[in-house]
Protein backbone atom coordinates (compact mmCIF):
# COMPACT_ATOMS: atom_id res chain seq x y z
CA UNK A 1 0.00 0.00 0.00
CA UNK A 2 1.80 3.13 -1.25
CA UNK A 3 1.88 6.18 1.46
CA UNK A 4 -0.08 9.40 1.18
CA UNK A 5 1.14 12.59 1.56
CA UNK A 6 -0.32 16.21 1.53
CA UNK A 7 1.29 16.21 -2.17
CA UNK A 8 -0.73 13.34 -3.30
CA UNK A 9 -3.95 14.09 -2.39
CA UNK A 10 -6.41 14.56 -5.09
CA UNK A 11 -6.97 18.33 -6.06
CA UNK A 12 -10.21 18.55 -4.29
CA UNK A 13 -9.36 17.33 -1.14
CA UNK A 14 -5.95 18.97 -0.63
CA UNK A 15 -8.33 22.36 -1.61
CA UNK A 16 -10.94 21.41 1.34
CA UNK A 17 -7.50 21.03 3.42
CA UNK A 18 -5.78 24.20 2.29
CA UNK A 19 -9.46 26.59 2.89
CA UNK A 20 -8.79 25.50 6.65
CA UNK A 21 -5.06 27.47 6.81
CA UNK A 22 -4.98 30.85 7.90
CA UNK A 23 -2.66 32.82 5.67
CA UNK A 24 0.49 32.78 7.94
CA UNK A 25 0.32 29.40 7.97
CA UNK A 26 0.23 29.35 4.18
CA UNK A 27 3.07 31.74 4.05
CA UNK A 28 4.78 29.60 6.74
CA UNK A 29 3.99 26.43 4.46
CA UNK A 30 5.81 28.05 0.83
CA UNK A 31 9.37 28.52 2.71
CA UNK A 32 9.13 24.67 3.56
CA UNK A 33 10.72 22.96 0.49
CA UNK A 34 10.30 23.97 -3.60
CA UNK A 35 7.49 20.99 -3.98
CA UNK A 36 5.47 22.89 -0.83
CA UNK A 37 6.24 26.21 -2.78
CA UNK A 38 4.62 24.61 -6.00
CA UNK A 39 1.65 23.33 -3.60
CA UNK A 40 0.74 26.04 -1.48
CA UNK A 41 1.79 29.30 -3.43
CA UNK A 42 -1.44 29.18 -6.12
CA UNK A 43 -3.79 29.31 -2.60
CA UNK A 44 -1.46 31.74 -1.22
CA UNK A 45 -2.47 34.21 -4.25
CA UNK A 46 -5.52 33.19 -5.46
CA UNK A 47 -7.28 35.22 -2.73
CA UNK A 48 -5.76 38.30 -1.52
CA UNK A 49 -8.27 40.62 0.75
CA UNK A 50 -7.36 43.84 3.17
CA UNK A 51 -10.41 45.20 4.53
CA UNK A 52 -9.79 49.12 5.15
CA UNK A 53 -10.73 51.14 7.92
CA UNK A 54 -12.37 54.61 7.18
CA UNK A 55 -10.68 57.72 7.96
CA UNK A 56 -11.43 59.08 11.21
CA UNK A 57 -9.67 61.87 13.71
CA UNK A 58 -6.94 61.07 15.85
CA UNK A 59 -8.88 60.93 19.08
CA UNK A 60 -10.79 58.26 18.23
CA UNK A 61 -9.04 55.83 19.97
CA UNK A 62 -11.07 52.76 18.90
CA UNK A 63 -10.47 53.64 15.34
CA UNK A 64 -7.05 54.32 15.90
CA UNK A 65 -6.55 51.06 17.41
CA UNK A 66 -7.94 49.02 14.13
CA UNK A 67 -6.10 51.88 11.67
CA UNK A 68 -2.44 50.94 13.52
CA UNK A 69 -4.47 47.43 12.53
CA UNK A 70 -4.73 47.99 9.38
CA UNK A 71 -1.23 50.01 8.42
CA UNK A 72 1.47 47.18 9.15
CA UNK A 73 -1.03 44.66 7.05
CA UNK A 74 -1.35 46.99 3.84
CA UNK A 75 2.23 47.82 4.20
CA UNK A 76 3.20 44.16 3.63
CA UNK A 77 1.04 44.53 0.87
CA UNK A 78 2.47 46.81 -0.35
CA UNK A 79 6.04 45.45 -0.14
CA UNK A 80 5.35 41.81 -1.60
CA UNK A 81 3.93 43.64 -4.78
CA UNK A 82 7.05 46.11 -5.28
CA UNK A 83 9.36 43.11 -4.47
CA UNK A 84 7.91 41.59 -7.41
CA UNK A 85 5.19 39.17 -6.00
CA UNK A 86 2.27 40.05 -7.84
CA UNK A 87 4.20 40.35 -11.40
CA UNK A 88 5.57 36.48 -10.65
CA UNK A 89 2.18 35.17 -9.29
CA UNK A 90 -0.80 37.78 -10.85
CA UNK A 91 -2.01 35.01 -12.64
CA UNK A 92 -2.80 32.69 -9.55
CA UNK A 93 -5.42 35.81 -8.56
CA UNK A 94 -8.90 34.89 -9.05
CA UNK A 95 -10.49 37.39 -6.26
CA UNK A 96 -8.92 40.74 -4.76
CA UNK A 97 -10.49 42.74 -2.21
CA UNK A 98 -9.53 45.76 -0.93
CA UNK A 99 -10.79 49.29 0.70
CA UNK A 100 -7.69 51.42 0.32
CA UNK A 101 -7.90 53.04 -3.29
CA UNK A 102 -3.65 52.90 -3.40
CA UNK A 103 -3.87 48.97 -3.75
CA UNK A 104 -5.48 49.66 -6.85
CA UNK A 105 -2.85 51.43 -8.18
CA UNK A 106 -0.22 49.09 -7.36
CA UNK A 107 -2.37 46.21 -8.97
CA UNK A 108 -2.23 48.74 -12.31
CA UNK A 109 0.84 49.17 -12.42
CA UNK A 110 2.14 45.77 -11.19
CA UNK A 111 -0.43 43.37 -12.38
CA UNK A 112 0.26 42.69 -16.04
CA UNK A 113 -0.04 39.39 -15.39
CA UNK A 114 -3.31 39.36 -13.28
CA UNK A 115 -5.57 38.88 -15.75
CA UNK A 116 -7.51 36.23 -14.54
CA UNK A 117 -9.96 37.98 -11.53
CA UNK A 118 -13.06 36.63 -10.99
CA UNK A 119 -14.13 38.89 -7.74
CA UNK A 120 -12.79 42.51 -7.62
CA UNK A 121 -14.16 44.31 -4.83
CA UNK A 122 -12.09 48.17 -3.91
CA UNK A 123 -12.87 51.03 -2.11
CA UNK A 124 -11.83 54.74 -2.04
CA UNK A 125 -9.85 54.61 1.08
CA UNK A 126 -6.84 56.51 1.88
CA UNK A 127 -3.79 54.21 2.11
CA UNK A 128 -2.84 54.06 6.06
CA UNK A 129 0.26 55.44 5.66
CA UNK A 130 -0.79 58.30 4.66
CA UNK A 131 -1.72 61.24 7.76
CA UNK A 132 -5.11 61.75 8.91
CA UNK A 133 -6.27 65.26 6.99
CA UNK A 134 -10.05 66.74 6.45
CA UNK A 135 -9.82 67.16 3.30
CA UNK A 136 -9.77 64.28 0.87
CA UNK A 137 -7.29 64.00 -2.11
CA UNK A 138 -8.44 63.76 -5.51
CA UNK A 139 -8.80 60.41 -6.96
CA UNK A 140 -7.55 58.92 -10.41
CA UNK A 141 -10.24 56.55 -11.80
CA UNK A 142 -7.38 55.69 -14.70
CA UNK A 143 -5.71 52.98 -12.59
CA UNK A 144 -9.23 50.94 -12.17
CA UNK A 145 -10.16 51.46 -15.61
CA UNK A 146 -6.99 49.62 -16.17
CA UNK A 147 -7.50 47.01 -13.91
CA UNK A 148 -11.07 46.21 -15.44
CA UNK A 149 -10.19 46.25 -19.18
CA UNK A 150 -7.27 43.99 -18.44
CA UNK A 151 -9.77 41.43 -16.63
CA UNK A 152 -12.51 40.56 -19.08
CA UNK A 153 -13.54 37.23 -17.15
CA UNK A 154 -14.91 38.99 -13.94
CA UNK A 155 -18.06 37.86 -12.30
CA UNK A 156 -18.29 40.04 -9.59
CA UNK A 157 -17.49 43.66 -9.06
CA UNK A 158 -17.98 45.86 -6.02
CA UNK A 159 -17.06 49.52 -6.01
CA UNK A 160 -17.30 51.66 -2.91
CA UNK A 161 -16.96 55.24 -1.78
CA UNK A 162 -15.87 58.37 -3.97
CA UNK A 163 -15.06 56.96 -6.85
CA UNK A 164 -18.80 56.71 -7.17
CA UNK A 165 -19.11 60.43 -8.37
CA UNK A 166 -21.14 61.11 -11.62
CA UNK A 167 -19.29 64.62 -11.28
CA UNK A 168 -15.60 62.94 -11.94
CA UNK A 169 -14.19 63.05 -14.89
CA UNK A 170 -13.44 59.69 -16.14
CA UNK A 171 -16.64 58.67 -14.05
CA UNK A 172 -18.10 57.71 -17.32
CA UNK A 173 -14.59 55.28 -18.61
CA UNK A 174 -15.65 53.48 -15.43
CA UNK A 175 -18.89 52.61 -16.44
CA UNK A 176 -17.91 51.49 -19.64
CA UNK A 177 -14.89 49.47 -18.25
CA UNK A 178 -16.81 47.02 -16.61
CA UNK A 179 -16.68 43.67 -18.79
CA UNK A 180 -19.93 42.36 -20.10
CA UNK A 181 -19.22 39.08 -17.96
CA UNK A 182 -20.06 40.82 -14.61
CA UNK A 183 -23.04 38.37 -13.42
CA UNK A 184 -23.03 40.54 -9.68
CA UNK A 185 -22.66 44.29 -9.55
CA UNK A 186 -22.82 46.57 -6.70
CA UNK A 187 -22.53 49.91 -5.78
CA UNK A 188 -22.20 51.00 -2.24
CA UNK A 189 -21.59 54.12 -0.01
CA UNK A 190 -22.45 57.01 -2.94
CA UNK A 191 -21.60 59.26 0.09
CA UNK A 192 -24.71 61.59 -0.16
CA UNK A 193 -24.07 64.26 2.67
CA UNK A 194 -20.35 64.28 2.83
CA UNK A 195 -19.70 64.38 -0.79
CA UNK A 196 -19.87 68.19 -0.80
CA UNK A 197 -23.56 67.99 -2.03
CA UNK A 198 -25.77 70.97 -1.28
CA UNK A 199 -28.51 68.90 0.64
CA UNK A 200 -31.53 70.41 2.22
CA UNK A 201 -33.95 68.47 4.04
CA UNK A 202 -36.99 70.27 3.35
CA UNK A 203 -36.20 69.74 -0.59
CA UNK A 204 -36.10 65.96 0.27
CA UNK A 205 -39.44 66.25 1.68
CA UNK A 206 -40.82 67.87 -0.97
CA UNK A 207 -39.45 65.30 -3.77
CA UNK A 208 -40.62 62.62 -1.59
CA UNK A 209 -44.27 64.07 -1.58
CA UNK A 210 -43.80 64.66 -5.24
CA UNK A 211 -43.53 68.64 -5.26
CA UNK A 212 -41.08 70.14 -7.22
CA UNK A 213 -39.10 73.13 -5.54
CA UNK A 214 -37.18 75.75 -6.84
CA UNK A 215 -34.27 75.72 -4.34
CA UNK A 216 -33.75 72.40 -6.13
CA UNK A 217 -31.42 74.16 -9.16
CA UNK A 218 -27.91 73.41 -8.51
CA UNK A 219 -26.51 76.80 -10.04
CA UNK A 220 -23.54 76.51 -8.33
CA UNK A 221 -22.89 73.15 -10.25
CA UNK A 222 -24.19 69.66 -9.17
CA UNK A 223 -23.82 66.34 -10.02
CA UNK A 224 -25.54 66.08 -13.13
CA UNK A 225 -24.44 69.17 -14.93
CA UNK A 226 -20.63 69.16 -14.72
CA UNK A 227 -20.91 65.26 -15.92
CA UNK A 228 -19.27 63.95 -19.16
CA UNK A 229 -21.86 61.68 -20.76
CA UNK A 230 -21.48 58.41 -20.22
CA UNK A 231 -22.48 57.74 -23.30
CA UNK A 232 -24.32 54.37 -24.52
CA UNK A 233 -27.19 53.66 -27.27
CA UNK A 234 -29.91 51.70 -26.49
CA UNK A 235 -29.89 50.15 -30.06
CA UNK A 236 -27.19 48.52 -29.72
CA UNK A 237 -26.60 44.77 -27.51
CA UNK A 238 -26.74 45.04 -24.24
CA UNK A 239 -23.59 46.29 -22.23
CA UNK A 240 -24.45 43.52 -19.32
CA UNK A 241 -26.33 40.66 -20.79
CA UNK A 242 -25.00 38.22 -18.10
CA UNK A 243 -26.29 40.62 -14.99
CA UNK A 244 -28.11 38.61 -12.20
CA UNK A 245 -27.39 41.20 -9.54
CA UNK A 246 -27.70 44.30 -9.07
CA UNK A 247 -27.57 46.45 -5.50
CA UNK A 248 -26.82 50.44 -4.93
CA UNK A 249 -25.94 51.38 -1.31
CA UNK A 250 -26.59 54.90 -0.45
CA UNK A 251 -28.24 55.98 -3.49
CA UNK A 252 -30.07 59.25 -4.74
CA UNK A 253 -32.04 58.84 -7.86
CA UNK A 254 -31.53 62.94 -7.98
CA UNK A 255 -27.76 62.88 -7.93
CA UNK A 256 -27.10 59.07 -9.60
CA UNK A 257 -29.46 58.88 -12.48
CA UNK A 258 -27.46 58.50 -15.32
CA UNK A 259 -26.16 55.61 -13.56
CA UNK A 260 -29.03 54.06 -12.98
CA UNK A 261 -30.56 54.43 -16.51
CA UNK A 262 -26.78 53.11 -17.72
CA UNK A 263 -26.72 50.08 -16.11
CA UNK A 264 -30.91 49.07 -16.16
CA UNK A 265 -30.86 49.89 -19.75
CA UNK A 266 -28.21 47.36 -20.48
CA UNK A 267 -29.27 44.63 -18.13
CA UNK A 268 -32.02 42.83 -19.81
CA UNK A 269 -31.18 39.18 -17.58
CA UNK A 270 -31.40 41.35 -14.15
CA UNK A 271 -33.32 38.64 -11.52
CA UNK A 272 -32.25 40.44 -8.28
CA UNK A 273 -32.11 44.60 -6.88
CA UNK A 274 -31.04 45.30 -3.61
CA UNK A 275 -31.68 48.86 -2.93
CA UNK A 276 -30.23 49.61 0.48
CA UNK A 277 -29.35 52.77 2.97
CA UNK A 278 -30.90 55.92 0.92
CA UNK A 279 -30.67 57.53 3.92
CA UNK A 280 -33.42 60.12 2.26
CA UNK A 281 -37.13 60.11 1.34
CA UNK A 282 -35.96 59.86 -2.91
CA UNK A 283 -39.14 58.97 -5.01
CA UNK A 284 -39.15 56.02 -6.91
CA UNK A 285 -40.78 56.42 -9.91
CA UNK A 286 -37.98 56.62 -12.14
CA UNK A 287 -36.00 53.35 -11.01
CA UNK A 288 -39.27 52.11 -11.34
CA UNK A 289 -39.91 52.85 -14.92
CA UNK A 290 -36.48 51.50 -16.03
CA UNK A 291 -37.27 48.18 -14.25
CA UNK A 292 -40.93 48.06 -16.35
CA UNK A 293 -39.42 48.62 -19.51
CA UNK A 294 -36.00 47.12 -19.12
CA UNK A 295 -35.92 44.31 -16.64
CA UNK A 296 -38.35 41.71 -17.42
CA UNK A 297 -37.05 38.64 -15.79
CA UNK A 298 -36.81 40.26 -12.05
CA UNK A 299 -38.17 37.92 -9.48
CA UNK A 300 -36.12 39.18 -6.17
CA UNK A 301 -36.16 42.35 -4.60
CA UNK A 302 -34.31 43.28 -1.39
CA UNK A 303 -35.32 47.38 0.07
CA UNK A 304 -33.49 47.57 3.21
CA UNK A 305 -32.95 51.33 5.07
CA UNK A 306 -35.08 52.74 2.71
CA UNK A 307 -36.48 56.22 4.18
CA UNK A 308 -40.16 56.93 4.14
CA UNK A 309 -41.44 54.79 1.00
CA UNK A 310 -44.80 55.73 0.96
CA UNK A 311 -47.90 53.38 -0.30
CA UNK A 312 -48.20 54.19 -4.03
CA UNK A 313 -43.99 53.94 -4.49
CA UNK A 314 -44.36 50.66 -2.73
CA UNK A 315 -47.09 49.34 -4.91
CA UNK A 316 -44.92 50.77 -8.61
CA UNK A 317 -42.34 48.70 -7.35
CA UNK A 318 -43.56 45.79 -6.40
CA UNK A 319 -45.82 45.45 -9.51
CA UNK A 320 -42.91 46.02 -12.03
CA UNK A 321 -42.11 42.52 -12.07
CA UNK A 322 -44.60 40.81 -14.20
CA UNK A 323 -43.39 37.02 -13.90
CA UNK A 324 -44.07 37.43 -9.94
CA UNK A 325 -41.57 37.31 -6.74
CA UNK A 326 -39.74 34.73 -5.91
CA UNK A 327 -37.90 36.44 -2.85
CA UNK A 328 -39.46 39.47 -1.12
CA UNK A 329 -36.91 41.10 1.55
CA UNK A 330 -38.69 44.72 2.89
CA UNK A 331 -37.78 44.78 6.48
CA UNK A 332 -37.59 48.16 8.61
CA UNK A 333 -35.79 49.71 11.46
CA UNK A 334 -36.39 51.47 14.20
CA UNK A 335 -36.56 54.45 12.18
CA UNK A 336 -37.28 54.02 8.56
CA UNK A 337 -41.22 53.00 7.31
CA UNK A 338 -42.20 50.97 4.90
CA UNK A 339 -45.96 52.79 4.74
CA UNK A 340 -48.38 49.53 4.12
CA UNK A 341 -51.24 51.04 2.49
CA UNK A 342 -54.39 49.72 0.07
CA UNK A 343 -52.14 49.90 -2.43
CA UNK A 344 -48.98 47.87 -1.33
CA UNK A 345 -51.16 45.68 0.66
CA UNK A 346 -52.78 44.42 -2.89
CA UNK A 347 -49.62 44.37 -4.58
CA UNK A 348 -48.52 42.30 -2.52
CA UNK A 349 -51.06 39.73 -2.20
CA UNK A 350 -50.80 39.56 -6.35
CA UNK A 351 -47.63 38.18 -5.86
CA UNK A 352 -48.59 35.64 -3.32
CA UNK A 353 -49.08 32.49 -5.25
CA UNK A 354 -44.99 33.18 -6.53
CA UNK A 355 -43.37 33.97 -3.36
CA UNK A 356 -41.19 31.74 -1.90
CA UNK A 357 -39.30 33.49 0.43
CA UNK A 358 -40.22 36.49 2.53
CA UNK A 359 -39.17 39.40 4.83
CA UNK A 360 -41.40 41.64 6.66
CA UNK A 361 -39.77 42.09 10.11
CA UNK A 362 -40.67 45.71 11.68
CA UNK A 363 -43.56 45.89 8.91
CA UNK A 364 -45.98 46.91 11.98
CA UNK A 365 -47.99 49.31 9.44
CA UNK A 366 -49.41 45.71 7.45
CA UNK A 367 -53.38 44.61 8.26
CA UNK A 368 -53.14 41.27 10.33
CA UNK A 369 -55.64 40.58 7.59
CA UNK A 370 -53.13 40.84 4.62
CA UNK A 371 -50.96 37.66 6.71
CA UNK A 372 -53.74 35.70 6.95
CA UNK A 373 -54.76 36.33 3.03
CA UNK A 374 -50.80 35.61 2.41
CA UNK A 375 -50.64 31.96 4.12
CA UNK A 376 -53.64 30.78 2.80
CA UNK A 377 -52.66 31.81 -1.18
CA UNK A 378 -48.84 31.15 -1.26
CA UNK A 379 -48.22 27.43 -2.28
CA UNK A 380 -44.89 27.95 -2.90
CA UNK A 381 -43.92 29.79 0.36
CA UNK A 382 -40.70 28.66 2.08
CA UNK A 383 -39.93 31.28 4.78
CA UNK A 384 -42.29 33.93 6.39
CA UNK A 385 -39.83 36.26 8.31
CA UNK A 386 -42.06 38.69 10.38
CA UNK A 387 -40.62 39.89 13.31
CA UNK A 388 -37.00 41.26 14.79
CA UNK A 389 -34.91 40.98 17.49
CA UNK A 390 -34.13 44.64 17.38
CA UNK A 391 -37.37 46.45 19.09
CA UNK A 392 -35.89 49.06 20.72
CA UNK A 393 -37.72 51.76 19.18
CA UNK A 394 -40.48 50.02 17.07
CA UNK A 395 -43.38 47.83 17.35
CA UNK A 396 -43.09 44.46 15.34
CA UNK A 397 -45.89 43.16 12.69
CA UNK A 398 -48.91 41.23 15.31
CA UNK A 399 -50.97 38.82 13.60
CA UNK A 400 -54.13 39.04 15.01
CA UNK A 401 -55.98 35.32 16.14
CA UNK A 402 -59.20 36.05 15.23
CA UNK A 403 -58.11 37.00 11.64
CA UNK A 404 -56.81 33.42 11.74
CA UNK A 405 -59.80 31.62 13.71
CA UNK A 406 -62.02 33.29 10.71
CA UNK A 407 -59.94 33.15 7.66
CA UNK A 408 -59.36 29.86 5.53
CA UNK A 409 -56.85 27.40 5.72
CA UNK A 410 -52.97 27.65 5.26
CA UNK A 411 -51.61 26.36 2.12
CA UNK A 412 -47.94 26.58 2.66
CA UNK A 413 -47.50 23.43 3.36
CA UNK A 414 -43.45 23.33 2.42
CA UNK A 415 -43.23 26.38 4.99
CA UNK A 416 -39.76 25.75 6.69
CA UNK A 417 -39.34 29.05 8.76
CA UNK A 418 -42.37 30.90 10.28
CA UNK A 419 -41.18 33.52 12.22
CA UNK A 420 -44.11 35.99 13.86
CA UNK A 421 -45.81 37.30 16.74
CA UNK A 422 -49.49 35.75 17.01
CA UNK A 423 -51.59 38.20 19.51
CA UNK A 424 -54.87 38.97 20.31
CA UNK A 425 -55.78 35.54 22.78
CA UNK A 426 -57.75 36.66 25.27
CA UNK A 427 -55.76 35.46 28.76
CA UNK A 428 -57.35 35.86 31.93
CA UNK A 429 -55.51 33.85 33.30
CA UNK A 430 -52.44 36.49 33.37
CA UNK A 431 -53.22 39.26 35.77
CA UNK A 432 -50.13 40.86 36.24
CA UNK A 433 -47.07 42.30 33.96
CA UNK A 434 -43.88 40.54 33.93
CA UNK A 435 -42.89 42.90 37.01
CA UNK A 436 -45.60 42.78 38.89
CA UNK A 437 -47.59 45.61 38.21
CA UNK A 438 -51.56 45.19 37.82
CA UNK A 439 -53.74 45.31 34.71
CA UNK A 440 -55.79 48.26 35.57
CA UNK A 441 -53.61 51.14 33.40
CA UNK A 442 -55.26 52.66 30.30
CA UNK A 443 -52.82 51.04 28.26
CA UNK A 444 -53.80 47.69 28.92
CA UNK A 445 -57.56 48.13 27.45
CA UNK A 446 -56.76 45.32 25.49
CA UNK A 447 -56.67 42.36 28.02
CA UNK A 448 -59.38 41.06 27.82
CA UNK A 449 -59.93 40.32 31.71
CA UNK A 450 -63.68 39.05 31.41
CA UNK A 451 -62.81 36.29 28.89
CA UNK A 452 -63.06 32.56 29.45
CA UNK A 453 -60.37 30.04 29.71
CA UNK A 454 -62.67 27.79 27.57
CA UNK A 455 -62.92 30.83 24.86
CA UNK A 456 -59.27 31.62 25.13
CA UNK A 457 -58.78 28.03 24.47
CA UNK A 458 -61.08 27.62 22.05
CA UNK A 459 -59.22 30.17 19.84
CA UNK A 460 -55.55 28.86 20.65
CA UNK A 461 -56.82 25.69 19.13
CA UNK A 462 -58.07 26.55 15.79
CA UNK A 463 -54.29 28.65 16.00
CA UNK A 464 -52.49 25.77 16.52
CA UNK A 465 -54.85 23.60 13.74
CA UNK A 466 -53.52 26.31 11.30
CA UNK A 467 -49.76 25.47 12.55
CA UNK A 468 -50.62 21.90 12.17
CA UNK A 469 -50.80 22.16 8.38
CA UNK A 470 -47.11 23.41 8.14
CA UNK A 471 -45.56 19.86 8.42
CA UNK A 472 -41.97 20.54 6.68
CA UNK A 473 -41.47 23.45 9.52
CA UNK A 474 -38.16 23.59 10.91
CA UNK A 475 -37.86 26.58 12.79
CA UNK A 476 -40.89 28.12 14.71
CA UNK A 477 -40.08 31.39 16.00
CA UNK A 478 -42.80 33.04 17.68
CA UNK A 479 -41.42 35.38 20.47
CA UNK A 480 -37.64 36.60 20.40
CA UNK A 481 -35.54 37.39 23.78
CA UNK A 482 -36.06 40.25 25.89
CA UNK A 483 -34.38 43.53 25.03
CA UNK A 484 -31.99 45.22 27.24
CA UNK A 485 -32.59 48.14 29.22
CA UNK A 486 -29.61 49.84 27.59
CA UNK A 487 -32.19 51.76 24.80
CA UNK A 488 -34.04 55.22 24.11
CA UNK A 489 -36.98 53.34 26.15
CA UNK A 490 -35.63 54.54 29.24
CA UNK A 491 -38.04 57.48 30.05
CA UNK A 492 -41.46 55.96 28.74
CA UNK A 493 -40.80 52.73 30.79
CA UNK A 494 -39.77 54.94 34.21
CA UNK A 495 -42.98 56.61 33.32
CA UNK A 496 -45.51 53.92 32.30
CA UNK A 497 -44.38 51.87 35.13
CA UNK A 498 -44.00 53.90 38.09
CA UNK A 499 -42.92 52.44 41.19
CA UNK A 500 -42.56 48.66 39.28
CA UNK A 501 -39.79 50.25 37.18
CA UNK A 502 -36.49 48.92 37.76
CA UNK A 503 -33.34 50.48 35.61
CA UNK A 504 -31.34 46.67 35.57
CA UNK A 505 -34.72 44.88 34.40
CA UNK A 506 -35.29 43.99 30.82
CA UNK A 507 -38.05 46.30 29.36
CA UNK A 508 -41.82 44.91 28.05
CA UNK A 509 -40.89 46.83 25.12
CA UNK A 510 -42.57 43.42 22.47
CA UNK A 511 -43.80 41.38 25.62
CA UNK A 512 -46.54 39.41 24.95
CA UNK A 513 -49.59 38.62 26.89
CA UNK A 514 -52.45 37.45 24.60
CA UNK A 515 -50.36 34.78 22.92
CA UNK A 516 -50.40 30.86 22.89
CA UNK A 517 -49.54 29.29 26.11
CA UNK A 518 -48.01 26.44 24.27
CA UNK A 519 -49.07 23.85 26.64
CA UNK A 520 -50.34 21.00 26.16
CA UNK A 521 -53.60 21.83 27.93
CA UNK A 522 -54.01 24.93 25.58
CA UNK A 523 -54.06 22.16 22.58
CA UNK A 524 -50.32 22.09 21.97
CA UNK A 525 -50.57 18.58 21.01
CA UNK A 526 -51.86 19.51 17.69
CA UNK A 527 -48.40 20.04 16.55
CA UNK A 528 -47.50 16.81 16.92
CA UNK A 529 -47.34 16.75 13.34
CA UNK A 530 -44.40 18.76 13.17
CA UNK A 531 -41.76 16.13 13.45
CA UNK A 532 -38.89 17.91 11.70
CA UNK A 533 -38.95 21.23 14.06
CA UNK A 534 -35.33 21.95 14.60
CA UNK A 535 -35.99 25.52 16.40
CA UNK A 536 -38.42 26.98 18.54
CA UNK A 537 -38.39 30.26 19.92
CA UNK A 538 -41.15 31.20 22.91
CA UNK A 539 -39.30 34.17 24.64
CA UNK A 540 -41.03 36.64 25.99
CA UNK A 541 -44.19 35.65 26.19
CA UNK A 542 -46.73 35.09 28.30
CA UNK A 543 -46.55 31.18 28.73
CA UNK A 544 -48.86 28.89 30.45
CA UNK A 545 -48.49 28.29 34.50
CA UNK A 546 -47.26 24.38 35.02
CA UNK A 547 -47.18 22.25 38.33
CA UNK A 548 -44.48 20.32 38.44
CA UNK A 549 -46.26 17.79 36.66
CA UNK A 550 -47.74 19.05 33.85
CA UNK A 551 -44.53 20.64 33.25
CA UNK A 552 -42.93 17.35 33.61
CA UNK A 553 -45.65 16.13 31.12
CA UNK A 554 -45.54 18.62 28.62
CA UNK A 555 -41.47 18.53 28.44
CA UNK A 556 -41.95 14.72 27.90
CA UNK A 557 -43.86 15.25 24.87
CA UNK A 558 -41.64 17.50 23.12
CA UNK A 559 -38.95 15.29 23.73
CA UNK A 560 -41.22 12.33 22.18
CA UNK A 561 -42.73 14.53 18.88
CA UNK A 562 -39.88 16.91 18.56
CA UNK A 563 -36.46 14.63 18.79
CA UNK A 564 -34.43 17.05 16.57
CA UNK A 565 -35.38 20.00 18.31
CA UNK A 566 -32.39 22.60 19.63
CA UNK A 567 -32.31 22.38 23.13
CA UNK A 568 -30.44 24.92 25.87
CA UNK A 569 -28.83 22.47 29.22
CA UNK A 570 -27.26 24.55 31.58
CA UNK A 571 -24.06 22.49 33.37
CA UNK A 572 -22.31 24.07 35.51
CA UNK A 573 -22.72 27.72 35.03
CA UNK A 574 -22.82 27.06 31.57
CA UNK A 575 -25.04 26.88 28.93
CA UNK A 576 -25.00 23.95 25.76
CA UNK A 577 -26.68 23.98 23.05
CA UNK A 578 -27.71 20.43 21.73
CA UNK A 579 -28.86 19.61 17.86
CA UNK A 580 -27.76 23.50 17.07
CA UNK A 581 -30.09 24.59 13.97
CA UNK A 582 -29.03 27.69 12.36
CA UNK A 583 -30.80 28.94 8.81
CA UNK A 584 -28.24 31.21 7.09
CA UNK A 585 -30.36 32.05 4.16
CA UNK A 586 -31.02 36.08 5.00
CA UNK A 587 -27.33 36.14 6.20
CA UNK A 588 -25.82 34.42 2.69
CA UNK A 589 -28.32 37.16 0.94
CA UNK A 590 -26.47 40.12 2.43
CA UNK A 591 -28.61 41.07 5.68
CA UNK A 592 -27.14 41.47 8.92
CA UNK A 593 -26.74 38.69 11.37
CA UNK A 594 -28.72 40.06 14.83
CA UNK A 595 -31.46 38.62 12.84
Known amino acids: MSETTLLTLPPETLFQIL ?57 KLKRSILAGGLARNGHL ?15 AEYGGTCVGLKELAVGSEVDPGVPFSETMPDMDLTPLVTVLERNSQLRRVKLIGRMLDERHPGFGKLLRAIPASVEDLELKKWDLLRGKRKFHFQIANDIANGIQSDKDDDKDGGYVSNTEEIGYDAATSPRFPRLKRLALHSYGVDINKRTLEYVLTHSPNLETLRLQDSGQPIPLKFLTQLLSLHCPRLINLHVLDWH ?22 LPQNYYYEHHFGPLSTAALLRHAPTLENVRLDGSWRLPSITMQQLLSSAPNLKRLDAISKDRSYSCNFNMDAQDIVNGADWVCTGLGSLKIQIGGIPRPDIKTHMNGRPFDAPQDLLHQSTTTMTASRAIQHKVYTQLSRLTNLRQLILGHDDVERENGCEEREAHSEGEYYERKATIENGYQYECLEMTLDSGLGLLGSLKGLRKLEIDAMALGEWSAEGRERDERWKEENWRELERHIWMEWERRVEKKYSDHFWFHLGYLSYY
Open 308 to 329: TLLDAELAGLLDVCKAGWRILG
Open 93 to 107: VRTFVCGYYGAVELL
Open 19 to 75: TYLTRPDLCASVLVSRAWSTTFTPHLWSNLQLRAVPRQPPRDHHWDVLHDQREPWFM
